[in-house]
């Protein structure tokens, strides 16, 4: 134990008596060495933090230390931030339970951050009454050895069976940019992947955002185009032109006789515009829409059809239901004499 406590003193001692390197005055082979050497002692270190914070939460030193809590330790101690103490404590908690597993830490077949996903899916194991045996901990340990942190994710994900959450968030920041948090399916993932390959010399820098980007303005294009060769079309056509009124009007022809595709850019000057002349701002899910419902007599003609977005559309058609619905309340009595 002396010689332990010794050597504690000696390491403190040259943390504190440490000066840094001259990089760039380093040979490139006594830099290359010198780097490996940093790494090993690096890796040596995250587990030795680790066993360090285990022993000192089961013996509850903090409260000694006059801190109420390891997190608190932590942070205000050592100043990590709030995250990094949280992910240093649920690895501390998975070397506690697979000391086995230390070794591998320090070889480097397994990394803090793996620890880390593996304290959290057994946290939330636990919270749900659900215990790990040793046998599935050692099985789970030799897939992720060696694996990246995408394929470790896939490992727990089928291991613990978590399933993804539907979950998407858009959050603004201060610098005139957005974060966006999206779940896709892993299919979806490898789908949107080879996109970005394909658009790799047009989006360098691997910028997955900028590569949405880049393909909605591609689609938008392509969108636009249509309609506005449909527009070309259209003004070379003298039936087509609109009469001089306040409303918009539109040629005396069947819906039918447009193609498929152009069914849905149909009035694309008054799209969305609603029964009081206002219009939505959405442009979501745009719909075709009778002006005058086939059921009261309205035609298929284009004169009575416009876009509305989805919203406006199923709200418009509330008052209908509703009205029908009370027919049919009313009705029912006389139906059965």
Known sequence: MKQIETTIESKVAEVRNFEPLNFSALSSELLIQGFDLAVLNDKKATHIVLQYIHEITDRNLHFESGYESVYKLLTKRHKYSSNQAYDRIDAARVLKNNPE?????????????QLIKVGQCIKQELKAGREISAEKSESIFAQIENKTIFETEKVLAVEMDFKPRVFQKITPQKNDTVTALLVF?????????????????????????????????????????????????????????????????????????????????????????????????????????????????????????????????????????????????????????
Not at 263 to 280: C, M
Not at 293 to 316: M, T, W, Y
Request: charged share 30%; proline share 4%; net charge positive.
């Open 101 to 113: 597993v230390i070794d591998k830490v320090q070889e480097g077949s397994l990394n803090l951050t």
């Open 185 to 337: 399916t892993t299919e979806d993932c490898e789908l949107i992947l080879r996109a970005q390959k394909a658009i790799s010399h047009s989006v360098p820098n691997n910028d997955l955002g900028k590569a949405f980007a880049f393909l909605a303005k591609a689609q938008l294009q392509k969108v636009d185009g249509k309609a506005k060769a449909t527009d070309r079309r259209s003004a070379k056509n003298p039936d087509s032109r609109s009469n001089s009124s306040s409303t918009q009007s539109f040629p005396d022809s069947r819906l039918e006789s447009l193609p498929r595709r152009k069914r849905r850019y149909i009035s694309i000057k008054i799209r969305r515009q609603l029964e009081t002349g206002s219009k939505s701002i959405s442009n979501f899910c745009l719909q075709v829409d009778h002006i005058t419902p086939l059921a009261c007599g309205g035609s298929d003609q284009i004169r009575n059809l416009r876009v509305l977005c989805g919203f406006h559309n199923r709200e418009r058609l509330k008052p209908r239901i509703k009205a029908v619905a009370r027919d049919i309340i009313r009705d029912v009595p006389s139906y059965f004499g």
